[in-house]
């Protein structure tokens, strides 16, 4: 029995010394700095997307403020760093509904036996210089705030945690402000200044994410071009055409066209007194003549067009989208009988990305006037033909017998 009880006392005095060795591990201890690169990618057009799956970005190690000193350290070997280099890839899928790209990439970093102090990165978008791409050019600056884990009598145990990471955008806060705050007490995050644009939450001191958004401005060139064959054909007379587009925008835009004559070359100005603008949603008349063009500018890709041209009773119609006389057409093609009307109606976004930009549409009417034999009159007019041939040939029978006789 007292062998026994003195083995009891032993074992509890063992857990009452160890109690404090246990509490000098925090509850909470986090040495991984998570950074979440969030992308989103949204057309001027819901149904058309550049042919790019997968954005670039560099988190680059700036420097370090020691706590003991407050010394600013641009030495940044001692950093932690990404491994294989700086660049951070993000792939971005269609979201749910189609209306946009979006993805997102995490970063971890791992400030296990760092020294105490806030350490500081850049991150920034690669501009990967896809057309027609507005690439976020937002500069965020990433502080990560590395302090001593405590015991629980505040005496620090030799290891260390992360107390919050916080984001600043375009500038840093000041070296002063740096070295100040290690200084007077490691790990306190400064209040929202100029400048600071996110702090991690007090449940995940060691998590952030940084927010960058890409707009995709989809323009292409809608194009009019007026041709005319045939052996009656005239290359100086005018054709009426109405136009009218709609861009799809919240306000209508306003457009500029340029005009380009028969041989070729580009026009100074307007010809045959035609407009050099087109509203979205007004319509407007067009006059041309074989061999002349108009190239409305710079159209959304979410644009609709109809064209409709006035035919000459004495013409025949038809009319080649994206294509021209001597190629097949890719879109859409149509005709028309003599002297009736021929439209047509298409949208930029139907032509699709081809190597990063959105085609051009291209529209080309051909009018053509060949002489034409009316076989139905001749029909009629033969039996007074042959009436007229028969009297006259009675007349010369008759006068030839009279001079016989």
Known sequence: ?????????????????????????????????????????????????????????????????????????????YMPTLVGGNTVNVDVTLNGDGTKKEGSSTVNLDFTGKKVGVYTYSLQEVNGGVHDVTYDDSLYYVNVYVVNQLDENGVPTGEVTISAITAWKTNNMSDEALKGLVQDSAGIVPDAEEGKVGKSTDDKPGEISYPFENDYETQADLSLTKVVKGTYASKTQLFDFDVNLVDGLPEAGTYQIEYYNADGTKADGAINENPTTITSGTSIKIKLKHGEKIVIKELPSSATYTITENQLGTYTAEYVANGNETMAPTTATGSAGLGANLTAIGKLSDNGIEDGYLSDEEIVYTNTKELTVPTGVMMSVLPFVCGIALIAGFVVVTSRKRQED
Request: proline share 6%; aromatic share 8%.
């Open 1 to 77: 029995m007292k062998v026994r009880r003195i083995f009891t006392l032993m074992l509890t005095l063992v857990l009452v010394l160890a109690v404090p060795v246990f509490a000098n591990t925090p509850e909470s201890v986090t040495t991984t700095a998570t950074i979440n690169i969030n992308k989103v990618l949204t057309p001027s057009a819901g149904d058309v997307f550049p042919d790019v799956d997968q954005f670039q970005f560099n988190l680059v190690p700036v420097s370090y403020t020691l706590a003991e000193t407050g010394e600013i350290v641009t030495d940044t070997e």
